[in-house]
C-alpha cells in the first residue's frame, strides 16, 4: 500500500492526461491486491449412502375425543339447577340442567285461556248460522276471521309447551363433562355454553393441514403426534376422517380438519392438549440419499475423483425437508461437495 501511495505523489505532479491514466493504474493494483488476497473457501464432502426417507406434512392440533357437544339452552332464562360437575361421566338423553318455569307456566295458561276464547268465538259464530242454507259473503268472512284467530291461539300453546322442552338441556353424546361454566342462579342466553361433553371412547388428535397440502391427504396414512404436555414422546397413530370442508384460523390462514385416531389410548382424557403432527404422505427404505444442500439447479452435484471435481448430473426421486432420493448419476460410496456455491467457476 505504500507503494501505491509513492506511485500517487508522482502522479499528482504529472500533466493531466497522465494523471487519469495513472489513476486507472492505482485501481487496477488496488483491486488485483484485494482479490489477490482473498482466501478461498475450502470444499467440503459427504459420503453418498443408503437410508430411509419420508415425506411428511405437518400441522398443529389439539386432542379430542371422537364426538363432543357444547350444551346450551335455546331460551333465555334463570339457571334453576345444573346436574353435573366437570369430570362427571354422563349417559347419552342425561339430564343436564334446566332453567326457571315460573313464567313459562304463565306465557302457557294465557296462551291456553286466549285459545279457550277464539274456540268459543268459532262455536258461537258456527251455532249462529247452523240453520243458515247458504252462507253470505260477510258470514263467510267473520267465521273464517274466527277460525284462523283460534289456529294461532292453538299454535302459541304449542310454542309454549315447547319452551318448556327448551327449558332443559340433555346430552346428545355419552361421555364426560370436560367443562361447566355457570351456576344455577345466574341468567343466561342461547349463546352461553352451560356445558362441555366430550365423548373419549377414543382419543384423537385434530389437526389443521394447509389447504394447499390437503390432496396429498387420505384415511388410513401413518402419522406420529408429539403433544405439550408429553414432552419429546412419540405418539403413533393413523388419519381415521378428513373433514369435508375448510376453516379459517385466527391468523387468516385456510385449513381442512384432519382428525389421527391415536394408537396408545392411555393418553389422559384432557381435551384441548396442544400438540403437532406429521402425516407421512409418503416413504422408502434403504434408498440412496444425499441433502438437499448438495444439489446445484435441483440436479447436478460435484463428485470427487481421483482427477478431481467432476460435475455430474443425477435423477431425484422422494424428497424430504433435508433430503432427496438419487436414483441415478450415483453410486453407494460416492463422495460429493456438500457446499456447492463455494466450487471453483472454471469447474462448474
Do not use: C, W
Not at 26 to 32: D, E, K, S, Y
Not at 110 to 122: G, S, Y
Not at 136 to 160: F, G, I, K, M, P
Not at 317 to 322: A, C, H, I, N, V
Request: proline residues 2%; glycine residues 8%.
Amino acid at each position: 500500500m505504500k507503494a501505491l501511495g509513492a506511485i500517487s505523489n508522482k502522479i499528482k505532479k504529472l500533466p493531466g492526461k497522465y494523471k487519469i491514466i495513472g489513476l486507472i493504474i492505482i485501481a487496477v493494483l488496488g483491486l488485483f491486491i484485494f482479490f489477490g488476497n482473498k482466501k478461498t473457501v475450502p470444499l467440503q464432502f459427504i459420503t453418498v449412502k443408503k437410508q430411509n426417507i419420508r415425506q411428511e406434512i405437518s400441522g398443529s392440533g389439539t386432542l379430542s375425543g371422537t364426538n363432543s357437544a357444547s350444551l346450551h339452552f335455546k331460551i333465555s332464562g334463570k339457571l334453576t339447577y345444573l346436574k353435573v360437575s366437570a369430570g362427571d361421566k354422563v349417559a347419552k338423553g342425561q339430564v343436564i340442567g334446566g332453567l326457571d318455569t315460573q313464567d313459562l307456566e304463565i306465557a302457557l295458561r294465557q296462551a291456553q285461556n286466549t285459545l279457550r276464547d277464539k274456540r268459543a268465538i268459532v262455536d258461537r259464530i258456527r251455532d249462529d248460522t247452523k240453520d243458515n242454507t247458504s252462507e253470505t259473503y260477510t258470514q263467510r268472512q267473520t267465521r273464517t276471521t274466527a277460525e284462523v284467530a283460534q289456529d294461532n291461539a292453538y299454535d302459541s300453546v304449542l310454542a309454549a309447551q315447547r319452551a318448556f322442552q327448551d327449558s332443559v338441556i340433555i346430552s346428545p353424546i355419552a361421555g364426560v363433562v370436560t367443562k361447566v361454566d355457570f351456576l344455577p342462579g345466574q341468567n343466561v342466553s342461547p349463546a352461553d355454553i352451560i356445558a362441555q361433553v366430550v365423548d373419549f371412547s377414543a382419543i384423537v388428535f385434530s389437526g389443521e393441514v394447509d389447504e394447499a397440502d390437503i390432496a396429498k391427504v387420505s384415511v388410513g396414512q401413518s402419522a406420529e403426534i408429539t403433544l405439550n404436555a408429553y414432552g419429546n414422546r412419540v405418539f403413533q397413530g393413523k388419519v381415521s376422517e378428513i373433514f369435508q370442508e375448510t376453516e379459517i384460523t385466527s391468523n387468516g390462514a385456510t385449513v381442512v380438519i384432519v382428525k389421527i385416531l391415536l394408537d396408545d389410548q392411555t393418553v389422559k382424557n384432557i381435551a384441548g392438549l396442544n400438540g403437532q403432527v406429521n402425516i407421512i404422505t409418503s416413504e422408502k427404505n434403504n434408498v440412496l440419499t444425499v441433502p438437499l444442500d448438495t444439489l446445484q439447479n435441483g440436479n447436478t452435484v460435484f463428485v470427487k475423483t481421483v482427477l478431481g471435481l467432476k460435475k455430474q448430473k443425477i435423477e431425484v426421486g422422494l424428497e424430504s425437508d433435508t433430503e432427496a432420493e438419487i436414483t441415478d448419476g450415483l453410486k453407494e460410496g460416492d463422495q460429493i461437495v456438500t457446499n456447492p456455491a463455494d466450487v471453483p467457476n472454471n469447474l462448474k
